[in-house]
């Protein structure tokens, strides 16, 4: 990764870190305390280290860590498990919801991580339209989902409650306040340890390394 980079992403992180934390929702919803978190992961499932994002699609901070992410994931590959779970800080980013929302839908049907790159390296094309919803249904036609299938789904009940659950894990659980937010083997990271590539890949190799010694 070019060092550049690296150090224009850490300022970059630190300055809209501050600004895009979450703040009260005062939306009501609807999941119940039986609503089940979301399941979507990459890499080897029996893994001993775990890497969680808890992002957010509207997010200009989660799409720049995107790119690291993308590094993290195709260089460790089977090594670790990589596991996304819905964030949307829907107080400030008004289409947020809508893109868990589809990107649940397409999870439904086998197309999860798409909709997800979709979203993520697209997000200034939709983040700031009022109505949002035939772009990401352009996105599911591309990925030729079952259309009436995923409008349906994008609609359920089910749906919105696997995203309220996603959420009140990341708080309870996490104390997460903003996005994104990882957490490698329970643990969150703040942003001086995520910062780059080299330094993410760090906190990864020395969880890669206690694992293996536990063995």
């Not at 200034?124 to 989902?145: C, G, H, I, M, R």
Request: charged share 20%; with cysteine; aromatic share 10%.
């Amino acid at each position: 990764m070019d060092k550049r980079f690296a150090v224009v992403l850490l300022v970059m992180v630190a300055i809209i870190g501050g600004v895009f934390v979450l703040t009260r929702d005062k939306t009501k919803t609807t999941s119940s305390s039986t609503s089940s978190t979301s399941n979507h992961s990459t890499g080897a499932e029996s893994s001993k280290v775990e890497l969680i994002e808890l992002g957010d699609f509207q997010c200009p901070a989660c799409a720049s860590f995107y790119p690291v992410v993308e590094q993290i994931r195709d260089t460790y590959g089977d090594k670790i498990k990589f596991t996304f779970r819905n964030f949307p800080l829907v107080a400030i980013h008004k289409n947020a919801l809508a893109s868990h929302r589809s990107a649940e839908a397409a999870g439904i049907q086998g197309k999860f991580f798409e909709m997800y790159d979709l979203l993520y390296q697209n997000q200034t094309s939709w983040a700031q339209l009022t109505n949002p919803l035939p772009v990401f249904e352009s996105y599911a036609k591309s990925l030729k989902l079952d259309m009436a299938k995923y409008k349906t789904d994008f609609n359920s009940e089910a749906v919105n409650d696997t995203i309220n659950a996603d959420i009140k894990e990341g708080k309870d659980k996490y104390g997460a306040n903003s996005t994104p937010t990882f957490i490698l083997n329970g643990q969150k990271l703040v942003n001086t340890e995520i910062g780059s590539l080299e330094l993410l890949s760090k906190k990864i190799d020395a969880a890669i390394a206690g694992s293996s010694a536990d063995l």
